[in-house]
C-alpha cells in the first residue's frame, strides 16, 4: 500500500479519512470571473450510525440527553455548559456556513440540502463567490470530515494546501489555476526514492487489495471547474467540453486492479511528464499534475 499512497501524494494533499467517503467538488466560473462552487459530501450510512451511537453513549455516560438539532446551529463544544448536546448530523449548516472565512474573500453561502446516493448520505453546498482570483480551495478533503462527539471544532485534520487562481477578463478570457507543489513535484529526480517499493513485505504489493478493500470500496474523490463559455485552447489533461478535471480518484476500480497498482508502486518516473504518462491510463485515475493548468475562453 505504500507505493499507491506515495503515487498520490504527487497529485494531491495526503488524505486524513476515517472512513469511506464520496466527495465531488465542482467550480464554475463566469465570464466576469464571478461563479460558484458546488461541494457534494457523502459518508457511509454505517458509519454515520456508529458516529450516532457513539454521541448518545457519551452524552447517557455524563448524564445527559440529545436534542435534537432543529435549527441547524453547530453543537456544543467542550465546556459549553448552557446548552444540551445535539444528535449527531453530517448536515450543519452552521458549519458549512463558517467554512466561508477558508474559502476567501467575497464567497458566500447560497444554500445546502440532504442528499443520498446508495448507501451514502451526506450534503450538497452551494457557495457563490464574486471574484475568482480571491478564492482558494483546500485540496485536503480531510476537513470536511465531520467532528466526532464533544471533539470541539477539529480544524487540524491534515495540512491545508489552497488551489488559487489567477483570472483576467477580456476577449478571450484567461483563467490559470495554481496547484500547490509537494517536495516531489519540486524535485522530481526524488520520484524515483519515494515511488520504490515497500521492502518490508515482499507480497505488500499482492496483499494490499484485499486488506483494503472494505475501507476504499465505494470511496472517490472528484474535483472539476468549467467555464461559461468556450475553451479555445488549456493544456489541461483532461477536458470534456467546458470543463476540465483536476482530480477524480475511483478508489474502488483501483483497488480491482493489483497489477496496476504493482506496476505503479515499481515504476520509477524521473519527471513528471513520466508521471503522467504512467498513471493516465490506470483505470479509476485522473490526476493533472500540472502545477499551473491554463484556460482561454470566450463566449
Do not use: W
Not at 498520490?8 to 486524513?16: E, G, M, N, P, Q
Not at 472494505?214 to 470511496?219: A, E, H, N, S, V
Amino acid at each position: 500500500m505504500t507505493g499507491i499512497r506515495k503515487i498520490l501524494s504527487l497529485c494531491i494533499v495526503l488524505l486524513t479519512l476515517t472512513s469511506c467517503i464520496q466527495v465531488d467538488t465542482a467550480v464554475k466560473v463566469n465570464k466576469d470571473g464571478s461563479g460558484l462552487i458546488e461541494e457534494t459530501f457523502l459518508m457511509k450510512k454505517d458509519f454515520l450510525e456508529q458516529m450516532k451511537k457513539m454521541a448518545e453513549e457519551m452524552a447517557k455516560s455524563m448524564g445527559q440527553t440529545l436534542t435534537e438539532n432543529k435549527d441547524n446551529t453547530a453543537p456544543p463544544q467542550v465546556g459549553d455548559s448552557n446548552k444540551k448536546p445535539e444528535r449527531f448530523t453530517i448536515f450543519d449548516e452552521a458549519k458549512l456556513k463558517e467554512r466561508v472565512k477558508d474559502m476567501g474573500e467575497g464567497v458566500t453561502y447560497l444554500r445546502g440540502v440532504k442528499a443520498a446516493a446508495g448507501d451514502y448520505e451526506g450534503y450538497r453546498a452551494i457557495y457563490a463567490f464574486t471574484d475568482i482570483n480571491k478564492v482558494r480551495i483546500n485540496q485536503n478533503s480531510g476537513e470536511k470530515i465531520p467532528s466526532g462527539p464533544q471533539q470541539g471544532n477539529a480544524d487540524d485534520k491534515g495540512e491545508k494546501k489552497y488551489i488559487t487562481f489567477a483570472f483576467t477578463k477580456g476577449k478571450p478570457s484567461e483563467l490559470v489555476i495554481r496547484i500547490p507543489e509537494s517536495k516531489s513535484t519540486r524535485d522530481p529526480e526524488h520520484l524515483s526514492d519515494e515511488m520504490k517499493p515497500s521492502q518490508d513485505n515482499d507480497n505488500s504489493q499482492e496483499e494490499m487489495p484485499e486488506q483494503v478493500k472494505g475501507i476504499f470500496q465505494g470511496m472517490k474523490i472528484a474535483m472539476s471547474l468549467a467555464v461559461d463559455g468556450n475553451i479555445l485552447e488549456t493544456n489541461a489533461t483532461y477536458r470534456e467540453g467546458s470543463k476540465i478535471t483536476l482530480m477524480e480518484i475511483d478508489f474502488g476500480k483501483l483497488i480491482e486492479t493489483p497489477e496496476q497498482l504493482k506496476k505503479l508502486s515499481q515504476s520509477k518516473p524521473k519527471t513528471i511528464e513520466e508521471l503522467t504518462a504512467l498513471i493516465r491510463n490506470v483505470p479509476g485515475i485522473k490526476v493533472d499534475v500540472n502545477r499551473e493548468i491554463k484556460i482561454r475562453f470566450d463566449r
